[in-house]
C-alpha cells in the first residue's frame, strides 16, 4: 500500500496499480500547468513517485510534509496550484493518451482534492519537507510523452520507466 496523507489523519492508501494510474494522470496535469519554481518542485516530488523505479509499494507523501513556502501569499499559491492540477487531471486531461482506461483514478483524485481542500499549509510541520529543492526541480520535458522527467534524478519520465 502506498499513503498519500492529508491533515488530521486523513489518508488516500492505493494500491501498486493504483498509485501508477494516480501519478500518471497526475503528471499530464501538473506537465500542462507548471509555470512557476513551486510548481516544478512539485513535479519532481510527483516523478520521485514512480514506483517503476523507487520500488513497488514504498512512494506516498503527506501535505503536512511539503514546503508550502513562507509566506501566507506563497502558501495560498502552492495549493491553488495543486488544486488546478487535481481539478485539471478529473477533467481527464489527455486520458485519450494512455495505453489503459484509468480505472478508480477519479475516484482517487476527488479523494485527494477534498483532503488538499481541507488541508491548511500554515500546519505544515517546519523543516520536514519532502518536496525537491529548487536545484532538483522537474524543468525538463520528455520529448516523447510531453510531461515533464525525472531529471536531476534520473533521464526519464513516469511513462518511459513504465515502458510505455
Do not use: I
Amino acid at each position: 500500500m502506498n499513503v498519500f496523507g492529508g491533515g488530521d489523519g486523513q489518508c488516500l492508501e492505493m494500491t501498486n496499480g493504483g498509485t501508477a494510474v494516480f501519478v500518471d494522470v497526475l503528471m499530464l496535469a501538473v506537465s500542462a500547468l507548471a509555470h512557476k519554481p513551486w510548481d516544478f518542485r512539485f513535479a519532481a516530488l510527483l516523478t520521485l513517485q514512480d514506483q517503476s523505479v523507487m520500488g513497488r509499494g514504498v512512494v506516498g507523501f503527506g501535505l503536512a510534509e511539503l514546503d508550502w513556502g513562507v509566506t501566507p501569499l506563497e502558501r495560498a499559491a502552492a495549493k491553488d496550484f495543486l488544486l488546478r492540477v487535481l481539478d485539471l487531471a478529473l477533467s481527464r486531461h489527455r486520458w485519450e493518451e494512455l495505453t489503459y482506461e484509468p480505472a478508480r483514478a477519479e475516484g482517487h483524485l476527488r479523494t485527494y482534492r477534498a483532503m488538499v481542500e481541507e488541508f491548511d499549509p500554515e500546519s505544515a510541520r517546519a523543516g520536514a519537507s519532502v518536496l525537491p529543492g529548487p536545484q532538483e526541480a522537474a524543468m525538463a520535458s520528455c520529448v516523447r510523452h510531453r510531461v515533464l522527467d525525472a531529471l536531476p534524478f534520473w533521464q526519464a519520465c513516469v511513462f518511459c520507466t513504465a515502458g510505455v
